[in-house]
Nanobody, 124 residues
Framework: QVRLVESGGGSVQAGGSLRLSCQVSGYTSSTFCWGWFRQTPGKEREEIAFLDASDGYTTYRHSVKGRFTISRDNGKNILTLQMNNVTAADTANYYC?????????????????WGKGTLVAVSS
C-alpha cells in the first residue's frame, strides 16, 4: 500500500527557512494529487499546499503564499515543502498526503493516504 513518511521538521528561528520531505513508497499513479497539511493541538487540520498532477497546478493557503513551495521529484518519489520566512504561526505538525483522482482525473482534496507528521517549531 502507499506509504508516506515525512522528515525535516525541527526548530527554526522566525524568518528562517526549513525544508520538509515526504518519502513515498508503494504503488502510485502519475495521476495522483499531492498535498501538505498542518495541524496544531485543538485546531482542525488545514491544507497548506496542493499539487494537482492532472494539470500541474499548485494552490496555497493564503497565509503561506509567496513563502512556501510544494514540489515533487517523481523519479525519487519525494514530495517537498520548502518553507521560507517562517513565522510563529507556522508552528504545527506537518503532514504530507496523497489523493487518488476521480475517473475524469479530477482531485477534490479528499486525501486517501497520510503520513504520520513531522513537527515544526518556530521560535522568535
Amino acid at each position: 500500500q502507499v506509504r508516506l513518511v515525512e522528515s525535516g521538521g525541527g526548530s527554526v528561528q522566525a524568518g528562517g527557512s526549513l525544508r520538509l520531505s515526504c518519502q513515498v513508497s508503494g504503488y502510485t499513479s502519475s495521476t495522483f494529487c499531492w498535498g501538505w497539511f498542518r495541524q496544531t493541538p485543538g485546531k482542525e487540520r488545514e491544507e497548506i499546499a496542493f499539487l494537482d498532477a492532472s494539470d500541474g497546478y499548485t494552490t496555497y493557503r493564503h497565509s503561506v503564499k509567496g513563502r512556501f513551495t510544494i514540489s515533487r521529484d517523481n523519479g525519487k518519489n519525494i514530495l517537498t515543502l520548502q518553507m521560507n520566512n517562517v513565522t510563529a504561526a507556522d508552528t504545527a505538525n506537518y503532514y504530507c498526503a496523497a489523493e487518488r483522482p476521480g475517473v475524469a482525473g479530477e482531485c477534490d482534496h479528499a486525501m486517501d493516504y497520510w503520513g504520520k507528521g513531522t513537527l515544526v517549531a518556530v521560535s522568535s
